[in-house]
């Protein structure tokens, strides 16, 4: 289900431009999603930079990280990409159900169709149908720090299993994990 949830973040994130070649506004400014993790595989994650500005989806070919705020669904998504060939990225998805300040327990349990998560994908595609390494939070917490309807900040912490496209899995941990990014508002 953990899958469900990064797609649907991936997707939401991407579409968020819609047709235009530019990005809005407020993502002429920079973002940063940043964290540590161990386990079955371990170092560090950092997506700092501005999202690409082709509106076609296309994930980049520099670091970046910016925001959804979707006040219908009362949640938040923030996405980080780290390109690592011309065609895989590593992919970071943070979702919280809440558009104010405070935390939310990550329950890995949720069935409904936005939960407060974590989860990283390594080396996926564009499409995020294939990965090295798929690794959801199941436990842990998010936490905003600020939010307006422009921008949020927060952090996040937790620990789960990685898992490969064989099926395979690992332990896997994330800590001192912070994100500081600019919002576009979901339209859709």
Do not use: E
């Not at 899995?169 to 576009?184: E, N, Q, Y």
Request: charged share 5%; with cysteine.
């Amino acid at each position: 289900m953990q899958l469900k949830h990064l797609l649907v973040g991936l997707g939401v994130a991407l579409v968020a431009c819609g047709g235009d070649t530019t990005a809005p506004d407020n993502l002429a400014t920079s973002g940063s999603l940043s964290f540590s993790f161990s386990g079955g595989t371990a170092g560090s994650y950092s997506a700092t930079g501005l999202p690409p500005t082709n509106g076609t989806g296309a994930l980049g070919t520099s670091p970046w990280a910016a925001g959804v705020r979707d006040d219908a669904k009362q949640a938040i998504l923030v996405l980080g990409t780290v390109p690592k060939t011309s065609t895989t990225w590593d992919l970071a998805v943070v979702g919280i159900t809440r558009l104010t300040v405070g935390s939310n327990t990550i329950n890995s349990s949720c069935t409904a169709a936005l939960c407060t998560g974590v989860t990283v994908a390594f080396g996926a595609n564009q499409a995020s149908s294939s990965f090295t390494l798929l690794c959801p939070l199941t436990t842990g917490t998010v936490t905003i720090s600020s939010v307006s309807s422009t921008r949020a900040t927060g952090t996040f912490s937790g620990s789960g299993s990685c898992i490969t496209m064989s099926g395979s899995s690992s332990a896997f941990t994330v800590t001192g994990g912070t994100f500081d990014v600019p919002l576009v508002a979901d339209t859709a």
